[in-house]
């Protein structure tokens, strides 16, 4: 069996997707994207399939081993992503030839369900308690909101009371046991952090979401001091050996790496277990596509330490196209009661809408970041 051809796909909001062909006919797909510089992932995404032309597809621990450390310069976000895909569409390929889902080739089930959330807005837009009670009305028991809108290094406490402000209204529509993560989005420096932590302690909030850049990382065990809230980051972790860093420095409760950003199941399945022997959960991070929704599942069906996993459906920055429209079987996204069960179909369980797919790859979107700026008019982390 051999890969004899491929296909990549950039689609509004925001995704790239990738179709692995193989000379039996059977095709697996991944999402291979970064936002903001999905296009320069999929010239990566070209430069890795030179090498996986005429390989058997199923080989995919090799095919990862020769694809990273074949490269002098490894890591970083572009490679990573466009790793991820592959290595994505390799596990759909092989549970499809074996008529099994990813899960069951990672070892089994060691759950029935996984715990979802929601997002709502928290910046921009700022009407976050009517949308939290909507969320909870439709099932969810839990969200995850932004912070702030921009933030210098010392700032106005007026933002600090904004922020507590949409906390409590949405503590007081949603009742005490409702979990809601705040997300700092990295926007927040290490000063402001300690004292939002301080402030937002009596909320019981079920995390805080990067509380500062991953550069500053060495900071968490710090501001953790500053209020008894888990704290979750690694979206911007792009392999195991960072990870490995922050695990061993302390003060981090979740981890949250991409699996279209990390190296893809193979790499995010380690990255787990190293997590798990830290005593740490895992939240993998997933405001993309279906094909990154279902990798993501199929890792919190096997990780005992996964304890609830992000989803953008319906998410306030999909305004063309939404997660379920690239798919036929929409329903297996089956959320109930705050839950999603488990994907039972053949490789990654997805079975895209490829027709509708070509037709938004003519759009080709160039999503960018915002660009956000002070009073004084310096940069601000988005």
Not at 31 to 53: A, D, K
Not at 160 to 172: E, F, N
Request: hydrophobic share 40%; aromatic share 10%; proline share 4%.
């Amino acid at each position: 069996m051999k890969i004899i051809g491929y296909e990549t796909f950039i689609v509004p909001p925001r995704w790239g997707f990738l179709k692995i062909i193989t000379d039996s006919g059977v095709v697996g797909w991944g999402e291979p994207c970064l936002e903001g510089r999905t296009h320069t992932v999929h010239c990566c995404v070209n430069e890795l399939m030179e090498y996986l032309i005429g390989k058997d597809p199923r080989n995919i621990e090799e095919h990862w081993n020769v694809l990273y450390r074949s490269s002098f310069y490894r890591g970083g976000p572009i490679m990573m992503s466009a790793l991820a895909g592959i290595d994505q569409a390799l596990w759909d390929i092989k549970g499809k030839l074996l008529n099994a889902p990813v899960y069951q080739l990672l070892g089994g089930k060691c759950r029935d369900r996984i715990r979802m959330y929601s997002w709502i807005g928290g910046d921009r837009p700022d009407d976050v308690a009517r949308m939290a009670k909507e969320r909870q009305e439709s099932g969810f028991t839990a969200i995850k909101m932004n912070a702030t809108e921009e933030l210098n290094f010392i700032d106005d406490y007026s933002k600090i009371d904004a922020v507590i402000a949409r906390v409590q209204a949405i503590r007081d529509v949603v009742g005490k046991d409702f979990g809601i993560g705040v997300d700092f989005h990295g926007r927040v420096h290490k000063a402001m952090a300690k004292v939002l932590m301080k402030e937002l302690a009596p909320f019981g909030l079920m995390f805080v979401e990067e509380p500062v850049l991953a550069e500053h990382l060495d900071a968490i065990h710090e501001i953790a001091q500053y209020g008894a809230i888990p704290i979750a980051t690694g979206e911007r972790m792009y392999s195991r050996w960072e990870f490995k860093t922050l695990l061993a420095k302390g003060g981090v409760d979740i981890l949250q790496p991409d699996v279209s950003h990390c190296g893809g199941i193979s790499e995010i399945r380690k990255i787990a277990t190293m997590a798990e022997a830290y005593d740490v959960a895992l939240a993998p991070h997933c405001p993309l596509g279906p094909i990154a929704l279902a990798s993501s599942l199929h890792i919190d069906t096997v990780c005992l330490n996964a304890v609830i996993q992000e989803q953008s459906v319906g998410i306030h920055y999909n305004q063309q196209n939404d997660v379920l429209d690239y798919m036929h079987n929409k329903d297996i996204f089956n959320f109930k009661d705050g839950y999603c069960e488990l994907l039972n179909g053949p490789g990654l369980g997805v079975d895209i809408n490829e027709q509708f797919m070509k037709q938004q790859n003519k759009i080709s979107p160039k999503w960018r970041n915002p660009i956000w700026r002070n009073k004084d008019g310096s940069f601000a982390e988005w």
